[in-house]
């Protein structure tokens, strides 16, 4: 493992010369790794060195995000391969290995859902989650939908004609619920089928979403007519039901091609200067069966002397930063360098969508809005994942052409979404911006607050929206650790002036440039909390720190920003819940503004926001203080112990109604322990 003392390559000249030019001009993968030797990025090129030196530049404009990965990369490996489709199927298997943190193509805001199959447990749970980063290599995630309510739909029917677990927790401890005494589950919660039967289930229900609906049909039909001719009737009624539940969820498709039995995919992209919008629609025996939805950011680049734009053609070439293309041209050459530019960010889509689903999901067709630049290299990759050919091809007439056309269409009413939702955040920001009389519009937006209840279980939180919308990565929650907020006294003043002293309490050393403190707390390696020492491009700063509260409030986070000298760098304000009052320091009287105004609700979204995420983590705290709070009084029983018993109960009242030996079973309680637990309850 590297010293922790080792610098980044980006401050060590010298070390980051020597190392690029170590790395050759051929094709291939590079990893890059931080100071604890874990992969931050997998990436592939063409030539080696011509893309890795990329990052380094000065003249480079990264996006924030790589920017950020750049500043901790402390290593950099390669592996040279003979060709680039080598390299695309070797990047493919890094990436699903060991599924770096900023191997993120598209924009990840959670905005579009998916449909999660956690296949690394016993009995799988099926599930819609908005975070795509999977807990285990084996689960498996379907989408991004586009259509929230329809797959929420979907999902609903899909439990309704297969006897799926309805419950993430067991609602008995000893026997099942009414589910499945109707039908509706097979008793997973207490083992009344194997998991081999019930994994058979899910894999029928995973080809719904692979889009498999019509080949599970033809599945499901024989094993109908089997237990009829067998007399078992009872089983062949319940697979005809599941037969006319699967065709009822096809019937309601909107889209149908006429005599078209070949399984295909159709993805198109509309863009403007800041946002590229990506649709992709699966089409399966002439059926949509699904719409997918990707979204990237493009900024503006600096202009020419030509007085077109710039293009970043390295990073367009290897495809490997959306956020890095523009699909502006010089006069002249629209057209063309348009399809080139806008055939790279297709490729890029369609490389990281493949690589995250099975080969079964993989169609035997492509059609796409732009010829793609290295189409020949993704669908020879595609044709030996799937084992049989996969043809690539950008329609020009008819139907297939039609399609395409529709595809775009969808991705323009996308992008015209955006842009209405992007003007209004636009517009908040330059308000918000005049009643505070700002410098510049408030791009990062900081919001706090504290939640308990008479002092106990003191949290707080931080939200932070940027250009107007939530940045959930950005979220954090504190535990409040001043020994003088405790139940029974309260003290906001002091729990706000202690989470903002630890938000931005400078480093001690040099060499420290993690905020430890509010790390130790939350567990997030990856933001980079000391504005004060990193790059502008990269720097948390907040252009706006917002306090849920009035002028007490305001003062006691003032007091502690002037202690740190840090008063005149951050803009503070404060938010009363009441009258919806604007509070500056130093001003005993509220601002003149109308609560209806865009720059009072965005503050007001931001202040709602904080006191949502400040009260579900109090909850969560207060829950867990409660179920630990009984077992503290059984003598021998440590917190070790107690968390041992509640992840095999669930429940302090199923613990309660166990007898000494299922108490005697739990790994760490003996039967001494046990009986003492069970006297505890039965006294």
Known sequence: ????????????????????????????????????????????????????????????????????????????????????????????????????YFNVLLKDDKKYPYLCITWSEE????????????????????????????????????????????????????????????????????GLTSPEEYRKIIQKVAMIFQGRTEELLDILEPQ???????????????????????????????VSLPDDTVSRDAIALAADNQHACVQLFQIRAGQLVGRLGFMAEIPRQPPLANGGQELSQSLVKD???????????????????????????????????????????????????????????????????????????????QTKAELIEMVERNAEYELARMQRLSDRNSQAMEDLAEILDLPEVPRRIEGYDISHIQGSDAVASRVVFIDGLPANQHYRHYKIKNPEVKSGHSDDFASLAEVIGRRFRRKEAEGKSKNEDELSDLGEPQELSNFSSVSHTISDKPDLIMIDGGKGQLS???????????????????????????????????????????????????????????????????????????????????HHRQKQLLAHFRSIDYLRLATPEQLAEVSGIGPRLAQQIYDYFHP
């Open 1 to 100: 493992m590297p010293s922790t003392k080792t610098l980044p390559l980006v401050k060590d000249s010298e070390r980051l010369e020597s190392r690029l030019k170590e790395i050759p001009a051929v094709p291939g993968v590079y990893l890059m790794r931080d100071e604890s030797d874990r992969i931050l990025y997998v990436g592939k090129s063409k030539k080696l060195r011509n893309r890795v030196r990329s990052y380094f530049r000065e003249s480079q404009s990264l996006s924030p995000r790589i920017a950020m990965m750049v500043q901790q990369v402390r290593e950099i490996e390669f592996i040279a391969t003979d060709t680039e489709a080598e390299a695309l199927a070797l990047e493919a298997n890094l990436v699903k290995q060991h599924q770096p």
């Open 123 to 190: 009995y799988p749970r099926i599930f819609i989650t908005r975070k795509r980063r999977a807990g285990s290599a084996k689960d498996r995630y379907y989408g991004p939908y586009v259509d929230t309510g329809a797959l929420r739909s979907t999902l609903h029917l899909i439990k309704r004609i297969f006897p799926l677990r309805q419950r993430p927790q067991p609602l008995f401890k000893d026997r099942p619920c009414l589910n499945y005494d109707i039908g509706r589950c097979v008793g997973v919660c207490q």
């Open 224 to 254: 109908m007519e089997e237990a009829a001719e067998n007399l078992n009737f009872e089983t062949a009624a319940r697979i005809r039901d599941q037969i006319k539940g699967l065709q009822s969820l096809s019937a309601g498709q909107k």
């Open 319 to 397: 495809g490997q930063e959306l956020s890095q293309l523009s699909l502006s041209s010089p006069p002249g050459q629209e057209g063309e360098r348009v399809g080139v530019e806008a055939g790279a960010i297709l490729q890029r889509v369609l490389e990281e969508h493949y690589q995250n689903v099975e080969s079964v999901e993989i169609p035997s067709e492509i059609s796409v809005q732009y010829e793609l630049p290295e189409g020949e290299i993704l669908a020879d990759w595609l044709s030996n994942r799937k084992g049989r050919k996969v043809t690539i091809l950008t329609p020009q007439r």
């Open 556 to 638: 006691a986070v003032v007091d502690v920003l002037r202690e740190m000298n840090l008063l005149e760098e951050l803009r503070v304000v404060s938010l009363a819940k009441q009258r919806e009052e604007i509070f500056l320091p130093g001003e005993s009287l509220p601002l003149p503004t109308n609560s209806e105004q865009a720059g009072v609700q965005l503050l007001r979204r931001v202040r709602d926001e904080a006191h949502r995420f400040a009260v579900s983590f109090h909850r969560d705290q207060r829950s867990q203080r409660m179920k630990r709070s009984r077992l503290d009084e059984i003598p021998g029983l440590g």
